[in-house]
């Protein structure tokens, strides 16, 4: 028959990893390199925003021109409508008074 034999606990033990104290200095870096990296996106997000602006400029502008004058010719063609009523409405009324009297 095999002996057992005995095996040794602390090689299966991992052993803590030693901890590295950062100093002041190395925190303060490294925030100024997150700080950094947000700040160039926002310019960079900001550059988009402006580059898309100008790209569509005219688009809107006809788009703004079409809107105006769409609303130009129903308000010419609802005040000619409404003008026209009234005069027939006029008309009606003169006959009315007329055939009356």
């Given at each position: 028959m095999i002996k057992p034999s005995l095996s040794d606990f602390s090689d299966f033990v991992e052993k803590p990893k030693p901890v590295i104290i950062k100093s002041k200095?190395?925190?303060?870096?490294?925030?100024?390199?997150?700080m950094n990296i947000i700040l160039v996106?926002?310019?960079?997000?900001?550059?988009?925003y402006l580059y898309y602006r100008k790209k569509n400029l005219d688009k809107q502008k006809k788009e703004a021109k079409q809107k105006i004058n769409q609303l130009?010719?129903?308000?010419?063609?609802?005040?000619?409508?409404?003008?026209?009523?009234?005069?027939?409405?006029n008309?009606?009324?003169?006959?009315?008074?007329?055939?009356?009297?």
């Open positions: 200095i190395d925190i303060q870096k490294e925030k100024t390199m997150y996106l926002i310019v960079g997000l900001g550059i988009f130009d010719d129903y308000m010419n063609d609802y005040l000619m409508h409404t003008m026209l009523e009234q005069q027939n409405y008309a009606m009324l003169e006959q009315q008074n007329n055939n009356i009297s």
